[in-house]
T-cell receptor
């Protein structure tokens, strides 16, 4: 158990819908990362937040958005869903400071199926 | 350009045999490198990391990796593979822009 929690574990929805994925980082970790993992694209970095502020952006679509709240939990919002958005979405957190630079602890993921 | 390449999509080894998974990176500065393992239906777990210093780093579950700057490589090794090591392995590079670039992964199959 990494200490990172994600809800829900599974999500099935229809095209055009909007969903919210939730992540709680490990206690004390200030950084939260979101990744999308699919068979054809592999593991793709979406976005990172650090203590409530967006720090880095990857291959995140405009239909997707995220935020990190004052209690450090994070939400990833996916809207106007398409079949191709079906994937595993992972959240990861990392410790503050250089000793934890780049080291990430992953949650169990949310499997999104768009029908 | 910053990139991570894992040349082998999948590898099959016999239980008890040695293992080496290859990883090559492209980065203009001193790299921060990682190996993660993902078991089916699970999230990724950190096996080991390289920041600086000794080029041979030890990780969990009996894994080690050797950093070779001249070859831009960070290969993962294990002297004797167990059936429970069957999983997907990802090499990753942490860049100065606070992004982590993951390789495409190598799926390890272990045969009895």
């Amino acid at each position: 158990d990494s200490g990172v929690t994600q809800t829900p574990k599974h999500l099935i929805t229809a095209t055009g819908q909007r969903v919210t994925l939730r992540c709680s980082p490990r206690s004390g970790d200030l950084s939260v990362y979101w990744y999308q993992q699919s068979l054809d694209q592999g593991l793709q970095f979406l976005i990172q937040y650090y203590n409530g502020e967006e720090r880095a952006k990857g291959n995140i679509l405009e239909r997707f958005s995220a935020q990190q709240f004052p209690d450090l939990h994070s939400e990833l919002n996916l809207s106007s869903l398409e079949l191709g958005d079906s994937a595993l979405y992972f959240c990861a957190s990392s410790p503050a400071g250089t000793s934890g630079m780049g080291e990430q602890f992953f949650g169990p993921g949310t499997r999104l199926t768009v029908l | 350009a910053q990139s991570v390449t894992q040349p082998d999509i999948h590898i099959t080894v016999s239980e008890g045999a040695s293992l080496e998974l290859r990883c090559n990176y492209s980065y203009g500065a001193t790299p921060y490198l990682f190996w993660y393992v993902q078991s089916p239906g699970q999230g990724l777990q950190l096996l080991l990391k390289y920041f600086s210093g000794d080029t041979l780093v030890q990780g969990i579950k009996g894994f080690e990796a050797e950093f070779k700057r001249s070859q831009s490589s960070f290969n993962l090794r294990k002297p004797s593979v167990h059936w429970s090591d069957a999983a997907e392995y990802f090499c990753a590079l942490f860049t100065g822009g606070f992004k982590t670039i993951f390789g495409a992964g190598t799926r390890l199959f272990v045969k009895a």
